[in-house]
Nanobody, 115 residues
């Protein structure tokens, strides 16, 4: 059974940094996409960044230049380095694994940016 477990969220001041991690357990396809999404209160869940197993990346315009997604395929782990955090980045951040035939979500980790 595939499971995704996020970690690294927390409370940070504006301008600060956080690094999120998402570890995948279970058998997965070698060709896949791993991504980070976020959902703020009263808003729809939105894509933050994604990365294919081949290394191609995609970022939301709102985080370009501030966030960096990376992955370690051997460890089946994806990371999101978040720098220059803003109050509008406050949300629950979810990890998603997209692969042929099925997708999986993590349980989410709260990121709060506030002074």
């Amino acid at each position: 059974q595939v499971q995704l477990v996020e970690s690294g969220g927390g409370l940070v001041q504006p301008g600060g940094s956080l690094r999120l991690s998402c570890a995948v357990s279970g058998n997965i396809f070698s060709i896949n996409t791993m991504g980070w999404y976020r959902q703020a209160p009263g808003k729809q869940r939105e894509l933050v960044a994604s990365m294919t197993s081949g290394g191609s990346t995609n970022y939301a315009d709102s985080v370009k230049g501030r966030f960096t997604i990376s992955r370690d395929n051997a460890k089946k782990t994806v990371y999101l380095q978040m720098n220059g955090l803003k109050p509008e980045d406050t949300a629950v951040y979810y990890c998603k694994l997209t692969q042929p035939l099925n997708n999986y979500w993590g349980q989410g980790t709260q990121v709060t940016v506030s002074s």
